[in-house]
């Protein structure tokens, strides 16, 4: 039950994150923008230029997943590392060590502790990404989603976009996705996906680090 909900959420992930150049969209903070302004077009402008540089990423995180499965929520922790256009890699420390990796169209999840080792084309969902996130302007995505952008009450220093799919190929998958971009730091703090079946997956991100150096080991199932 758990690796089918965390092979669902590294697939959207495997979305590249939902990041690549939508949450992304975030690297830079926004000016202050007018009245007349829209803070999403000025977020996406200033995210496509900062995309152009962002070659690797790495950084901490902490996962909390809801479901009414679930007891309590059930929390995770664990390293991040983007190798653009299409690497990345999931090792999780807490509670249990395992791996995902995402290599262009192949996605392969490692759980040694219940003996797991599975890898499966994700392809198609690949597609589905570059189409409905990463080729489409402000206005294109608009058309596939409810787009808001906003300071957030929530988390103080930080700007807050939503997205909720229009579209009913999307909603089968994702019914919200949130987005947290730190407005002093220039980088994504926190996003949360909201599921058809009301589980939410929250994950939130420490010790960010564009462009840091990553060894190319590290982008192996077997790698430490």
């Known amino acids: ?132 996130f990463v080729d489409s302007s402000p206005n294109e995505l608009r058309s596939h989603f409810t787009i808001a952008a906003r300071e957030a009450e929530d988390r103080p220093g930080t700007y807050l976009v939503t997205m909720v799919p229009r579209r009913k190929q999307i909603l089968e998958g994702l019914s919200r996705l949130e987005l947290w971009v730190d407005a002093r730091t220039q980088l994504m703090t926190a996003m949360k996906m909201a599921f058809p079946n009301g589980d939410t997956k929250v994950m939130t991100f420490t010790d960010v680090k564009p462009n840091a150096p990553v060894d190319a080991a590290r982008f192996s199932v077997g790698a430490p």
Not at 21 to 48: C, H, I, N, W, Y
Not at 56 to 67: C, G, I, K, N, R
């Open 1 to 132: 039950m758990h690796l089918q909900r965390d092979g669902r959420w590294i697939a959207l992930a495997g979305t590249r994150v939902v990041v690549s150049a939508v949450a992304l969209l975030a690297m830079l903070a926004p000016p202050v923008v007018s009245a007349r302004t829209d803070l999403f077009d000025e977020l996406f402008k200033q995210g496509q230029a900062s995309n152009a540089s962002m070659k690797m990423l790495t950084a901490s995180f902490v996962e909390t997943t809801t479901s009414a499965l679930l007891t309590r929520p059930l929390t995770a922790s664990g390293t991040l590392a983007v190798q653009r256009p299409s690497r990345i890699v999931l090792r999780y420390g807490e509670p249990e060590e395992r791996v995902v990796l995402i290599d262009g169209d192949r996605m392969t999840t490692s759980w040694p502790s219940r003996s797991i080792r599975q890898s499966r084309d994700i392809g198609a969902a690949q597609k589905r990404i570059q189409k409905y």
